[in-house]
């Protein structure tokens, strides 16, 4: 029996089966990413980090700014990716920052929480909140996941946090034929247990990074827990360059059925929506992008001033936009991949997971 588990182990060694695991690399000191134990990848803590020729403070809990102390008043806690982080921007200047100044400005009493993470999907930020969030003891979340979830690379998210937490959590994952075994079985709570092995290579298709019905449930999911705990939500869609010059040629955009769910999550729950196109229409002749989809600094200032001007406009913070007890539910259908399609190790941070 011992020599079959040996020859078995031996075998599955020479396959090679790898689990998901961000790695550092040498003179990577001031990067901002780095590897984290539940969520794949999080901000690098603690210190002054490199952003996209900006820099970005890191506290300790891994999030942008000082690290809040205890809440006097209302507080705003950001989600999303790198949009909401503030890609490129100095300290201050994302839109949650300018968006906080505004409302004081106008006698409302809040303090405001950088909770984004570049290349975060809503299932990673759903794992942030029960981790970091919640403990911060927001009032209001300011929900923009959007892009990393639409986007099409080698994997879905679920699957690979799923990976990982085997990784973490199994003594017995050290083992090459457990992982091979779980690879081919899956997890115990569902979900595929992901491994690139020579027997298994980094797929040749694409899938969306998180499946439209698991951002439809996972976005609802979020809105119906903060409305357990008393905390309001508004959603900022956000918006790239072809959004707002298009017209956008070729039939419906992939990223299209996303909106469309945000969109009747905020319909359903009666709580607002900041659409970030609207807001740059009447600025187009001025720098509003320093990319494809990051905003410039005067970007983020009109985002900021609009998500205040929306929150007063709502009646906030009287009205506590606590959304609906009643879920919502879609019939959005998603749209298939372009062809030619395939975003994996073009600066996909799935890539970097398997190196």
Do not use: K
Request: charged share 20%; aromatic share 6%; proline share 7%.
């Amino acid at each position: 029996m011992l020599g079959a588990l040996l020859l078995a182990e031996g075998l599955a060694r020479l396959a090679d089966p790898v689990l998901p695991q961000w790695t550092a690399h040498a003179g990577e000191g001031s990067a901002i990413m780095a590897g984290h134990p539940t969520r794949l990848w999080g901000n690098q803590a603690g210190g002054v980090r490199q952003n996209g020729g900006a820099t970005a403070s890191i506290n300790d809990l891994g999030l942008r700014g000082a690290v809040p102390g205890p809440r006097s008043g209302e507080r705003l806690l950001v989600l999303g990716d790198s949009t909401a982080f503030g890609h490129g921007v100095e300290e201050g200047q994302a839109y949650i920052d300018v968006a906080g100044e505004e409302l004081r400005a106008r006698g409302v009493q809040v303090d405001t929480v950088n909770g984004a993470v570049a290349g975060y999907s809503i299932a990673q930020t759903r794992l942030l909140m029960d981790e970091v969030g919640w403990s911060l003891d927001p009032t209001l979340l300011v929900i923009s996941n959007l892009w990393s979830d639409n986007t099409f690379d080698a994997f879905h998210d679920e699957d690979l946090l799923a990976s990982a937490r085997l990784g973490a959590m199994n003594p017995l994952a050290h083992s090459a034929a457990l992982r091979l075994l779980a690879s081919a079985l899956g997890s115990p709570g569902g979900g595929r247990i992901i491994t690139v092995s020579r027997l298994d290579p980094w797929p040749e298709g694409t899938v969306r990074r998180v499946p439209l019905e698991r951002y439809a449930a996972l976005m609802e999911g979020l809105v119906q827990e903060a409305r357990e705990r008393g905390v309001g939500v508004v959603f900022v869609r956000n918006a790239n360059v072809h959004i707002v010059e298009g017209p956008i040629p070729g039939g419906p955009p992939i990223w299209q059925p996303y909106f469309q769910v945000m969109q009747e999550l905020a319909d359903h729950h009666g709580v607002p929506l900041v659409e970030v196109s609207s807001v740059f229409e009447g600025a187009q002749d001025q720098a509003l992008f320093l990319d494809l989809m990051h905003p410039t600094p005067l970007g983020h200032r009109l985002i900021g001033q609009e998500l205040a001007a929306t929150l007063l406009d709502a009646d906030w913070p009287s009205e506590r936009l606590l959304g609906s007890a009643t879920p919502s539910s879609t019939s959005v259908q998603d749209l298939p991949p372009p062809s030619g399609q395939d975003d994996s190790g073009a600066g996909s941070p799935q890539q970097r997971l398997f190196e």
